[in-house]
C-alpha cells in the first residue's frame, strides 16, 4: 500500500489533487483511517493516478476523467474517450484561430482607419468643385477620390477629358488614405469622414468604396509656362455664350467647342484660323461647367499653349479645374 504522499511522488499528481479527486469520486483511496483520515493506494491505483494527471493536463472534464478511471482496464474504452476529447480540442483549435484571424483583422483594420474632420462648409465647396467631373460610367472613373493625410482632404473627379481638384485643410487622425467613392453617394455636406480600405462613414452614413487603382492624377498636375490670367467669371460666361457654336464630333458623340486665347477673347473656328500661339480649344460645355464650379467672382485661367490641358484655378485656394484640349 501507498500512502498519500508516495501516490503523490509516482503519479504526478499533488497531495491536495488527490484529496480533490477522492472527494469528486474520480480517484478513491483503497483504505482511509477512520481516526486520522490518512489515506493509502493499492499498486494498482497508481496507473489510474497516472491516467487521472494525463488527462487533466489536456482539459478534459471532471466526468469523463472518472469515466475513463472506471473504464479501467479497458483500454479500446479509454481510448474513445480520449479521441472525443481530442476531437473536442481540435474542434476548439479551430474556432480559436478563426477568433484570433477575426481579432488580427480588427487591430489591422484600427491600425489602417483614418478619421478627418472638417467643417461642412469647406467640405462642400469641395464637392461642388469636382462632382461635376465625374464620369458618368461606373467604375472608378464614376467615382471621387477621397485623399486623407498631412493635414488635408483632397478630393479628385475625372472622366478622362477634364480633371477637377479641390483640397480642404481638415484634422486627420491615423495614416494617409485613399479610397474612392461613387460621386452620387457623396454627400453635399459633412463634417466627420471615417476612411478604411473597405469602407467609408460620412456622418455616420457607410458608403461601400470602389475597387481599382485609381489615375495618377499629379502627373498631369504642373504649372503651365504660359499666361496665368485673372477673369471675371461672370464675363467670361457671356463672352463664350455669346459665341456661334462650333461643333465637333468625338466617337459619334457631338460636342461644342470654345477657343480661347491668351487676351481671352473667344472666337469661332474660322477666325482663328491664322492664329496657332498662345490659344487652347476645349469642350464649351465642360468650361462653363468649371467656370461654375470655380464659384462667383474672380477665378485664374492658364493656358499652356494648344496641345496642354487649360487650367481653372481659384485664386489663393487649392482648387481648380484642368480641360484636356482638343483639335481644331
Do not use: C
Not at 49 to 67: D, F, K
Amino acid at each position: 500500500m501507498r500512502g498519500i504522499g508516495d501516490m503523490a511522488r509516482v503519479s504526478g499528481l499533488t497531495v491536495s489533487a488527490l484529496r480533490f479527486y477522492d472527494s469528486a469520486g474520480v480517484l478513491v483511496p483503497a483504505e482511509v483511517d477512520p481516526f486520522t483520515g490518512y489515506r493509502r493506494y493499492r499498486d494498482d491505483q497508481v496507473r489510474a493516478a497516472r491516467l487521472v494527471a494525463s488527462l487533466r493536463r489536456v482539459g478534459m472534464p471532471i466526468a469523463e476523467i472518472t469515466a475513463a478511471v472506471r473504464a479501467l482496464p479497458d483500454a479500446t474504452a479509454v481510448d474513445a474517450l480520449i479521441e472525443r476529447h481530442l476531437r473536442r480540442l481540435e474542434d476548439g483549435l479551430a474556432d480559436a484561430r478563426r477568433e484570433l484571424s477575426h481579432a488580427r483583422t480588427l487591430l489591422e483594420l484600427e491600425i489602417l482607419m483614418t478619421t478627418v474632420t472638417l467643417p461642412a462648409g469647406a467640405f462642400a465647396a469641395a464637392v461642388a468643385a469636382v462632382r461635376f467631373a465625374a464620369g458618368t460610367d461606373p467604375g472608378l472613373l464614376g467615382g471621387v477620390l477621397l485623399e486623407a493625410g498631412d493635414g488635408s482632404l483632397t478630393l479628385v473627379a475625372t472622366d478622362r477629358f477634364r480633371l477637377a481638384v479641390a483640397s480642404a485643410t481638415a484634422e486627420v487622425e491615423g495614416p494617409p488614405i485613399r479610397v474612392v467613392v461613387p460621386a452620387g453617394e457623396l454627400p453635399d455636406k459633412a463634417g466627420t469622414l471615417t476612411l478604411e480600405p473597405g469602407r467609408v462613414t460620412v456622418d455616420g452614413a457607410e458608403i461601400t468604396p470602389i475597387e481599382g487603382d485609381y489615375p495618377d492624377f499629379r502627373r498631369l498636375v504642373r504649372r503651365p509656362g504660359g499666361p496665368r490670367v485673372q477673369v471675371d467669371v461672370a464675363e467670361l460666361r457671356a463672352a463664350v455664350e455669346s459665341q456661334p457654336v462650333v461643333m465637333r464630333e468625338h466617337d459619334g458623340s457631338p460636342y461644342p467647342l470654345v477657343i480661347l486665347n491668351q487676351e481671352l477673347r473667344t472666337a469661332t473656328e474660322q477666325e482663328w484660323a491664322a492664329d496657332v500661339d498662345g490659344h487652347v480649344a476645349v469642350n464649351r460645355d465642360y468650361l462653363l461647367q468649371a467656370l461654375d464650379a470655380g464659384g462667383a467672382g474672380q477665378l485664374v485661367l492658364e493656358l499652356d499653349g494648344p496641345i496642354h490641358p487649360l487650367a481653372v484655378r481659384v485664386p489663393e485656394q487649392d482648387r481648380f479645374s484642368l480641360l484636356m484640349p482638343v483639335r481644331h
